[in-house]
């Protein structure tokens, strides 16, 4: 029986404190209309962006007995949504959950469960210190199961064993996403892409390979570096899919909301670690959809 709002398993660590993981991911997905059923891989007492000597739980064995449990009790799921992976076990632990809940082989976003998976491997051209190419291997055979895949520009770069440049052109960027759509994944989206025309200017680029189009929506650069908006960007596209929103438009969404919280925290004088100031523009999820600056690629 499907429910009366879809119901998502969020696979990500929890940090208590910083606005990052499962604590953006659940009240996003909430307030677009989602039962967020989260899955933590591990808990900390804060996230790892500019905190020393923080309190960190492997929950690997925990992952494990809750999909069993699930399983055992018939819960089903509209999207399996994994972020943060602790290692390579638990990457397995994912795979199995998704094929729990595969009813064909061939799953689009109306039909089935919609799996995206946001590769956390790396940023800025070196993979964080928790991660390993085991994990990097691992990911490469998540992502076989994938729906939709959001790694950032190093990321990608890594699934693909490429060499990273901050410096890509169109035409290989395009070639990236066309090679990782055929790692498995329908729809591949790439964030923290340079904007060929503009000096600071990022930008989010998208393929989708069932229609064969490539968008993408600039992102004006603010001259601050909050942590967890990627998790914020993946987890607002996540729910306008799951609303029946397009890709263009979704993806429009993602950025808008991203960079609207960032605009509202800038102004404030408060560490830069903790986060977007979330809280300020969360009930704007609520407005109309507006046209945005999506541009067919």
Not at 198 to 218: E, L, M, N, Q
């Amino acid at each position: 029986m499907t429910p009366y709002i879809p119901r998502v398993a969020a696979v990500h660590d929890l940090s208590g404190y910083g606005r990052n993981s499962l604590s953006v991911v659940i009240p996003i997905l909430s307030t677009m209309g989602a039962q967020v059923v989260p899955l933590p891989t591990s808990v900390l007492s804060t996230h790892t962006g500019g905190f020393e000597g923080y309190a960190f739980q492997d929950l690997t064995d925990f992952m494990s007995k809750a999909i069993e449990h699930w399983i055992r009790i018939g819960i089903e799921f509209q999207c399996v949504y994994s972020g943060f992976l602790g290692s390579p076990s638990q990457v397995e632990l994912v795979s199995y959950l998704i094929s729990s809940q595969r009813k064909t082989d061939n799953q689009v976003y109306t039909d089935g469960t919609l799996v995206v998976v946001d590769p956390v491997l790396a940023d800025d051209g070196r993979l964080y210190d928790t991660m390993s190419m085991e994990m990097v291997e691992g990911m490469r055979r998540l992502i076989r199961d994938a729906d939709l895949i959001t790694p950032n520009l190093t990321e990608a770069s890594l699934l693909l064993g490429a060499a990273y440049s901050s410096d890509i052109d169109e035409r290989e960027l395009k070639s990236w996403l066309v090679s990782l759509a055929d790692m498995g994944p329908r729809t591949v989206v790439i964030t923290s892409a340079p904007l060929s025309r503009t000096g600071k200017d990022t930008s989010v680029v998208a393929y989708d390979k069932i229609s064969g189009h490539f968008w993408r929506v600039p992102c004006v650069y603010i001259p601050a570096n909050y942590p967890g908006t990627g998790d914020v960007f993946t987890s607002v596209l996540t729910g306008s899919l799951l609303q029946g929103d397009s890709l263009p438009i979704a993806l429009d969404r993602g950025v808008q909301f991203v960079s609207q919280a960032i605009r509202a925290s800038f102004g404030f004088d408060y560490p830069k670690r903790d986060g977007v100031l979330l809280e300020r523009v969360l009930n704007s999820l609520n407005n109309h959809v507006l046209l945005g600056s999506y541009e067919w690629l």
